[in-house]
């Protein structure tokens, strides 16, 4: 069975939300909404304080080539326009909105209705998704529109929609798939129009034997859409380490996946998407999963953007007394929050109770040499040599490693035996050597 060829690993897959169908909740009575949920500058703003807004009603407009508009999730009153502070510690600037009722924007089709045919061209849907806000929904953030344009020289061959979810825990993509796999078979048609493409692969790991089925079942009446049944490994849900599994084309150091003719999209923002262009909503709410060993209720459930994460837990029971850390995502890639205050956002996957125990870290002890972060790394890394690297401040020779390339998934310090934080050191080199390049450019 196919996957990458360099590195991974087999952590427990946990995924004790599994099966669970989407649990829709009601909207919160405020809402604070970032408006930095992508990667690039901040929306700016189009609301001020006592404004009226319905749900839809654009609230944040792009503000650069990299960046991404935001949209209420809820209808009532702008309460102010100031600074948060999100989830890991750092102000940003967010609206804050007092919710009244629900009341939608009147071009937003609410129906159930299938919609499958589109006579709009490539622009016209490209322009309709920058609209709409939609970024990529696994975690990093994208501005979709962006992946959408490739650079001149440069021509998409295949779509490949990445409904791995390798991440321990998460279902959210699973139930998403479950749930609405024609809207999803209908979302990669726009893409394929919109990218030019004639041909689709759609990866998923061989743990979601349902997801599988059904989407193997749909694709039988759709050109060009094959499935692809991988084998359980993380982190296959990395861009480059599902490209390698499912094309067998490796991505040069530095390269993006276009240059191998690949363009990739996790599958709910496939499913955003759908709605962007055949209902005209914007990204207003997810699917986050809930979850956590002594959780009372693991579920999916579907949020409003600027929900904050202590409605989410309120739905799934109360925090277990011995929870240790609350990660926004999963527990190789995700980052602690400092409290439940937190709102969801676009890229917010998942919620994940730690126990107390699971969060502490082992003693740490030197370096036996045993090169299993080495075998682990997706990557192709020496991480024992990148935090050495880090630890002595050898920045120029840590950039000369290529730590550029760490995805940071966490595999190295995950198989450490010495318990050394491996990430820990190659992120403080990763972000200083990223800061070097940026002031060489300027």
Known sequence: MR??????????????????????????DMV???L?????APAAAVVTKGDKVNVGTLIGKTAGFVSANVHSSVSGIVLKVDNVIDGFGFARPAVYIQTESDEWEPTIDRSETLIKDCTLSPTEIIQKIDAAGIVGMGGAAFPTKIKLSPPPGNKAEVLIVNA????????????LMLAKAEQIMAGIQLLMTALNVSRTVIGIENNKPDAIALMEKLSANEKGIEIVALKTQYPQGGEKQLIDAILHRQVKSGALPISVGAIVHNVGTVYAVYEAVQKNKPLI??????????????????????TPISVLLDAAGVIPANTGKIIAGGP???????????????GMSGILLMTQDDAKRGKMYDCIRCAKCVGGCPMGLEPSLLMNLAQHKLWEEIENNYVIDCIECGSCS?????????????RLGKSTVMEMIKARKS
Not at 339 to 345: A, E, F, I
């Open 3 to 28: 996957t990458f060829s360099i590195g991974g690993i087999h952590p427990p897959a946990s995924k004790l939300s599994a099966g669970q169908p989407i649990q829709i909740i009601k909207p919160p």
């Open 32 to 34: 604070i909404i970032p």
């Open 36 to 40: 930095s949920q992508h990667i690039g």
């Open 164 to 175: 791995v979810e390798c991440e321990p825990y998460l279902t959210a993509d699973h139930a």
């Open 285 to 306: 709410e997810r699917v986050v999963t809930m979850t956590g060993k002594n959780i009372a209720r693991p579920s999916n459930i579907l949020a409003r953007i600027g």
């Open 332 to 346: 190789m890639m995700g980052k602690t929050v400092i409290n439940t205050d937190v709102p969801v956002t676009k």
């Open 414 to 426: 995950y198989t450490c035996p010495a318990n050394r934080p491996l990430l820990d050191f190659i």
